[in-house]
């Protein structure tokens, strides 16, 4: 029996093969925290088209099983089935265009002049076996070995202790000791590891964005990425921002919600990854979490709400180092894990990822960085000084809360064009398969075309009847970007749509000129602007200006450089030192509080149109609006 | 309705009240790890008369239900009932008699030139509270203010971090921080307290042995032992001695089935007392666990195997400080966990509290000390050099593996006396109650005092007719020391208990006789023997001699001290000065295995008689022997 796709592909399944392990075996991942066994009710499918029985709906609803909602671990075909994968079941694994700018990790440690010297060491050791004459305890042979090498004081966890005796005598009293010495010089014993016994090391980033998650795996030995995955934060089921999230944490079991969800989603990324490697779960020996500082509190478990109540205090901002167990990731247990520092409650460990990754605190110039996700959170500074600042953008950049949003992944469309006569757009979508719905870096493309189309309005509303492809919606206006022949849902822009992008794009904007007022700085000043966000392996500087996200100048001082969270977290994850580093800058970053400077709300109001209400600031733009207007 | 025990005491239920709770409430407590709601099948008692209502019997065998076996929790009195507890259902609590010699703590630790300080201590801290103007998250305020107190670095455990944001916020930014420096001088945060939260500070020691389970709950301020408990160590139905434990724990998840029943013990008897003495779990801050290298390798989960494997290795000798979340203990769940350290794999941190408690490491003349338990432990030596060994003495001296054996607790025989006349004996009963079973010192007074009037012979064997209380019984002859009146089993020794308890007292003269020789020294170099053990508050020195198991030197060479692995625990719960002491003790303390010595079987053998084959060794029984032929 064939598994058609909306997207185009196509699948043959084995017999008595159910939809969610023939996607498997192709490299389609749905995700499952439960691992296919009908219990989690996450890997749902809607079949288009075909016969089919389904053996579990247990985890439907009502309305998801009249629409024809199935889940895939549950259903074998009974003839060739068309099938649409929602956005929320897909977990993208292999992707690696997408995500960050910067994959040779091992030429980008080289710029920082330092090389891979991870957080954990090994230690090759050789210790005298037990005999009758020498009736000293395992741990205490181990620990007069460590003085002589001068490695003590060591704390040796009970995880350490219990699994440490029989990697001893497997390997014969000659193995290797893997230790972390912690930023504040504590050492901590991890594992033992022998030729016979989870001798390879790999290591995980990890960036929890409020709207996406994504992992890296990364070879230790030589700082090659092993692949890569994403997933949307199942958070998202409790709420698209970081406040209805705390808000959800202070409501009875909310919090162990949230971060079970969160957990999950890393958990299953990881699985699945290191099981198409052939990785074994003790091989991956250290992780580092980036996030910013609310999701990095739900996904220690650390209630958030302080993050949302005046002062506006978060309970850490420079995590210690824990363990997989404590964090309940499906790594060794023992792996230590890190947590990017925080700087403020709105400026987190994402934050000191992107300015590691961006090297702005190295530089002799002033230069402006930016992270454009769910939150937008912007750095001005040079090797002298740094103040940070956020905005809350919202997830529509990341395809989120958009009728027709999606990630940066396979099927997204990255960027779109409007032919100036018949006013049709182009589409380019990632991997050229057939478009299952539009990333940041489309929307901006299209938000962009359509206003210097005519298609909107400086308010963002349609123009009726500019093409056919405006229509009556749900919700109002819409406009098709794609129409689907095969029975799916047409791509599309509602004006509710827009109205997000526009308050989002307006938040950025005014972040950024409220921040360079602040520090007595004009745009000018500024010789470099990095942006990095979830935007996938390209933005259109040109068109984020043209919709008046970003300031307006030449576009040479703009560079875009991906996911820079996940950057810094693979930088943290292979040099010590560079995890040393962001210690430091987390130090450095003075944080300005914009919801408390009267002129953001104006700055704010004044962007709320396209591109803005003063068009004497974005000079490019007006040029381009006379142009076209001529034409 | 009345509830009768056949030892005497009578109980009034409340209406719909079952028989657990009613014996609670009058402070009778029995084993329940499922606290009384019918699943753990451990509060068995038989009903020997009168009419009930069982609401389950859902754990209980058929023949215990045939025999009248109920569970006290779903067990309902329809009538006054008679009520048999069985002894493995008895938790003690309350009992100080019987367990400890040294029940001044804070005496004792004078007389070593120490205060109390305990393992964890307590720092008054104020920090400012976070406002606009000082944006520093919750830990890194507190590690700034501990920084300028000198206090860093400090571990902060995920546990520490989880809670801490509270209490700050509940205190008003003024609480103290509680803290641990381990023995190797890592500094590791607790918990905070405040006067509104979790102010007091109780410590439990926890004596593990084979046989019995012993836990202490001290009062950190001043001192004061709060309360005492004491249980049979649950695994016992998995064997009777540390062999078939280690054997049991290598199969299929025996390791786990012992260590949860073990630590089921030690939490039934800290919630007991707790809620007796209305102590919060938060308040109970450090635990010491004392006991046989075996015991502390399950408690804590680890494999045991290599103990008993040559060349007899443990895994740990030195336990690292751990914490109770990782024991799986009933207090604070931060509370450090700190394990006495352990000599060899068969002289564990019950004789190093041993040492501690009767001081011999500081002596100037040459003295030995002796625990007897389930094994029987020697250490001879003085302030400059210490020896130890261990032979296996079988848990008689404990009451176990005996027809009418039981723990020095209330009920049990404590002394025997005979008529020299009509043979009758005279028993002493703890708590003055009806007799429930005989414990170890009782054991040893009839033994002698059975010999000495000719009811048995040198080989243990019963004179047939000396005395009607002779019989046979179901395990051939059998002595009758009580004959129950009221239904329930009369109290008996029989000929297989004698056998019993000739190999214990046997194994353990050969090993004092053993160790002496290997260092080269005679009996009478010795100034000063120490007998602990699990007795009771009473052992007759003279009678352990007329059976052959001390030497027979003057008895005021001899102290019985009572159980030492507690008094031990009790001192390092107290004093960190006397935890340090300890390590070093352990490290001066020299092993010597007597299984490898030739010599020690002939001296087993030879001590298997009573008093012994060479009556030359044994002058003072010898003479009491021709005194009593005379009389």
Redesign the interface.
Not at 178 to 205: H, M, Q
Not at 553 to 581: H, P, V
């Given at each position: 029996m064939k598994v058609k796709l909306t997207t185009g592909e196509e699948i043959t399944t084995k017999s008595n093969e159910d939809i969610y392990r023939a996607l498997k075996r192709e490299g389609i991942y749905l995700t499952a925290s439960c691992g296919g066994r009908g219990i989690c009710g996450k890997c749902k499918i809607k079949i288009v088209d075909g016969n089919y029985k389904a053996t579990s709906s247990g985890a439907l609803t009502k309305q998801e099983r009249d629409e024809g909602v199935v889940l895939a671990c549950k259903t074998y075909p009974k003839s060739d089935v068309m099938v649409e994968i929602p956005r929320l079941s897909i977990l993208t694994v292999g992707d690696k265009i997408a995500i960050s700018k910067m994959q040779d990790l091992k030429e980008y440690l080289s710029t920082y002049g330092v090389e891979i010297k991870p957080m954990v060491r090994r230690v090759a050791l050789e210790i005298s076996p037990?005999?009758?004459d020498?009736?000293?305890?395992?741990?205490?042979r181990l620990?007069e070995r460590l003085k002589e090498l001068n490695l003590?004081?060591m704390?040796?966890?009970?995880g350490f202790?219990?699994s440490?005796?029989?990697v001893m005598?497997l390997s014969n009293w000659s193995f290797d000791i893997n230790y972390i010495s912690?930023p504040?010089?504590?050492r901590e014993a991890i594992y033992l590891t022998s030729k016979e016994f989870c001798d390879r090391e790999f290591g995980v980033a990890v960036d929890i964005g409020t709207t996406t998650v994504v992992v890296y795996l990364v070879n230790l030995s030589n700082g090659k990425i092993v692949d890569t995955g994403s997933i949307y934060n199942s958070q998202i089921k409790h709420g698209d921002d970081v406040i209805t999230r705390i808000i959800y944490s202070t409501e009875g079991d909310g919090l162990e919600e949230l971060r079970s969800a969160v957990i999950e989603d890393v958990n299953n990324l990881i699985t699945v990854i290191r099981e198409r490697h052939k990785i074994k779960r003790c091989e991956i020996n250290s992780v580092v979490i980036s996030g910013n500082t609310t999701m990095s509190h739900i996904f220690?478990?650390?209630?958030p709400e302080?993050i949302r109540l005046?002062?506006?205090?978060?309970?850490?901002?420079?995590f210690?180092v824990?363990?997989a167990n404590?964090a309940r990731l499906a790594t060794n247990s023992q792996a230590p894990v890190y947590t990017m520092p925080?700087v403020?409650?709105y400026v987190g460990g994402d934050i000191v990822s992107g300015v590691i990754a961006s090297k702005i605190h190295k530089s002799e110039d002033v230069c402006l960085f930016m992270d454009i996700g769910t939150n937008g959170e912007i750095v001005i500074g040079n090797k002298d000084w740094l103040v940070t600042a956020a905005c809350s953008a919202g997830p529509c950049f990341e395809g989120g809360g958009l009728t027709s949003g999606m990630r940066a992944v396979k099927g997204a469309i990255e960027s779109v064009s409007f032919d100036k006569d018949t006013l049709e757009p182009t589409l380019n979508v990632i991997g050229d398969s057939e478009p299952l719905g539009i990333c940041g870096s489309g929307i901006i493309d299209a938000l962009s075309g359509m206003f210097l189309n005519g298609i909107i309005d400086q308010k963002g509303k349609f123009i009726k009847d500019k093409t056919s492809r405006i229509r009556n919606g749900e919700n109002g206006l819409e406009y098709v970007l794609h129409y689907d022949k095969k029975g799916g849902k047409d791509l599309v822009i509602t004006e509710p749509d827009i109205d997000n992008i526009i308050r989002s794009k307006a938040a950025i904007y005014a972040g950024i000129t409220t921040l360079l007022n602040e520090v007595g700085l004009n745009i000018d000043a500024i010789k470099k602007v990095y942006i990095a966000g979830g935007f996938g392996n390209y933005l259109n500087i040109q068109k984020a200006i043209t919709i008046g996200m970003l300031p307006d100048i030449e576009a040479s001082r703009y560079e875009f450089i991906g996911n820079t969270s996940i950057t810094g977290a693979c930088l943290a994850l292979l040099s010590f030192d560079l995890l040393k580093e962001a210690e430091e800058i987390s130090s450095r970053m003075t944080?300005i509080?914009l919801s408390?400077i009267r002129n953001f709300m104006d700055e704010y109001v004044s962007a709320l149109f396209l591109p803005h209400t003063d068009i004497k600031r974005f000079k490019t733009v007006q040029g381009a609006m006379l142009h076209d207007a001529k034409c």
């Amino acid at each position: 029996m064939k598994v058609k796709l909306t997207t185009g592909e196509e699948i043959t399944t084995k017999s008595n093969e159910d939809i969610y392990r023939a996607l498997k075996r192709e490299g389609i991942y749905l995700t499952a925290s439960c691992g296919g066994r009908g219990i989690c009710g996450k890997c749902k499918i809607k079949i288009v088209d075909g016969n089919y029985k389904a053996t579990s709906s247990g985890a439907l609803t009502k309305q998801e099983r009249d629409e024809g909602v199935v889940l895939a671990c549950k259903t074998y075909p009974k003839s060739d089935v068309m099938v649409e994968i929602p956005r929320l079941s897909i977990l993208t694994v292999g992707d690696k265009i997408a995500i960050s700018k910067m994959q040779d990790l091992k030429e980008y440690l080289s710029t920082y002049g330092v090389e891979i010297k991870p957080m954990v060491r090994r230690v090759a050791l050789e210790i005298s076996p037990p005999s009758l004459d020498d009736k000293r305890g395992d741990l205490d042979r181990l620990t007069e070995r460590l003085k002589e090498l001068n490695l003590l004081p060591m704390r040796f966890s009970h995880g350490f202790v219990s699994s440490m005796a029989d990697v001893m005598r497997l390997s014969n009293w000659s193995f290797d000791i893997n230790y972390i010495s912690t930023p504040d010089n504590i050492r901590e014993a991890i594992y033992l590891t022998s030729k016979e016994f989870c001798d390879r090391e790999f290591g995980v980033a990890v960036d929890i964005g409020t709207t996406t998650v994504v992992v890296y795996l990364v070879n230790l030995s030589n700082g090659k990425i092993v692949d890569t995955g994403s997933i949307y934060n199942s958070q998202i089921k409790h709420g698209d921002d970081v406040i209805t999230r705390i808000i959800y944490s202070t409501e009875g079991d909310g919090l162990e919600e949230l971060r079970s969800a969160v957990i999950e989603d890393v958990n299953n990324l990881i699985t699945v990854i290191r099981e198409r490697h052939k990785i074994k779960r003790c091989e991956i020996n250290s992780v580092v979490i980036s996030g910013n500082t609310t999701m990095s509190h739900i996904f220690w478990g650390l209630n958030p709400e302080s993050i949302r109540l005046e002062p506006y205090i978060p309970t850490v901002n420079k995590f210690p180092v824990w363990r997989a167990n404590n964090a309940r990731l499906a790594t060794n247990s023992q792996a230590p894990v890190y947590t990017m520092p925080c700087v403020a409650s709105y400026v987190g460990g994402d934050i000191v990822s992107g300015v590691i990754a961006s090297k702005i605190h190295k530089s002799e110039d002033v230069c402006l960085f930016m992270d454009i996700g769910t939150n937008g959170e912007i750095v001005i500074g040079n090797k002298d000084w740094l103040v940070t600042a956020a905005c809350s953008a919202g997830p529509c950049f990341e395809g989120g809360g958009l009728t027709s949003g999606m990630r940066a992944v396979k099927g997204a469309i990255e960027s779109v064009s409007f032919d100036k006569d018949t006013l049709e757009p182009t589409l380019n979508v990632i991997g050229d398969s057939e478009p299952l719905g539009i990333c940041g870096s489309g929307i901006i493309d299209a938000l962009s075309g359509m206003f210097l189309n005519g298609i909107i309005d400086q308010k963002g509303k349609f123009i009726k009847d500019k093409t056919s492809r405006i229509r009556n919606g749900e919700n109002g206006l819409e406009y098709v970007l794609h129409y689907d022949k095969k029975g799916g849902k047409d791509l599309v822009i509602t004006e509710p749509d827009i109205d997000n992008i526009i308050r989002s794009k307006a938040a950025i904007y005014a972040g950024i000129t409220t921040l360079l007022n602040e520090v007595g700085l004009n745009i000018d000043a500024i010789k470099k602007v990095y942006i990095a966000g979830g935007f996938g392996n390209y933005l259109n500087i040109q068109k984020a200006i043209t919709i008046g996200m970003l300031p307006d100048i030449e576009a040479s001082r703009y560079e875009f450089i991906g996911n820079t969270s996940i950057t810094g977290a693979c930088l943290a994850l292979l040099s010590f030192d560079l995890l040393k580093e962001a210690e430091e800058i987390s130090s450095r970053m003075t944080y300005i509080e914009l919801s408390t400077i009267r002129n953001f709300m104006d700055e704010y109001v004044s962007a709320l149109f396209l591109p803005h209400t003063d068009i004497k600031r974005f000079k490019t733009v007006q040029g381009a609006m006379l142009h076209d207007a001529k034409c």
